[in-house]
Nanobody, 125 residues
C-alpha cells in the first residue's frame, strides 16, 4: 500500500515563502508521476503542479507559474513544492498525489491513484 504524507504547511504573510514536502512509502516512487493539488471549502480540487517520473518534465497552473516550483528526490522518495511570493488566494489545503505510469492528464485529479491527507497553507495580509 502506498502512503503519502505531506508536511511543511503553515501560516505565512503575503509575499512570504513555504516549502511543502511529501514523503512516499514504498520502493517504486520513481515509477510515479507526482502532482500537487489544492482545495478550499466549497470548491473543487484544483491542479497546482506536476512532475514526471524522472523529474525532467514539470507543469504548472497558470495561477502559480513563476512563483511555485515542483521538484523531486527519487533517492529519498520525496516530492517538494517551493512556494514563493505567496498571495491570500493561495490559501488552501494542499495535497500531493501519485500516479503510476504515464497515462492520464497530469492536471486531472482522476489520473492519480494515491493521495495524502493534505497540509494547510494560510496566507495572511
Amino acid at each position: 500500500q502506498v502512503q503519502l504524507i505531506e508536511s511543511g504547511g503553515g501560516l505565512v504573510q503575503v509575499g512570504g515563502s513555504l516549502r511543502l514536502s511529501c514523503a512516499v512509502s514504498g520502493r517504486t516512487f520513481s515509477t510515479y508521476r507526482m502532482g500537487w493539488f489544492r482545495q478550499t471549502p466549497g470548491k473543487e480540487r484544483e491542479f497546482v503542479a506536476s512532475i514526471s517520473r524522472s523529474g525532467g518534465g514539470t507543469g504548472y497552473a497558470d495561477s502559480v507559474k513563476g512563483r511555485f516550483t515542483i521538484s523531486r528526490d527519487n533517492a529519498k522518495n520525496t516530492v517538494f513544492l517551493q512556494m514563493n511570493s505567496l498571495k491570500p488566494e493561495d490559501t488552501a489545503l494542499y495535497y500531493c498525489a501519485a500516479a503510476p505510469g504515464i497515462l492520464g492528464a497530469p492536471a486531472t485529479p482522476t489520473s492519480y491513484n494515491y493521495w495524502g491527507q493534505g497540509t494547510q497553507v494560510t496566507v495572511t495580509s
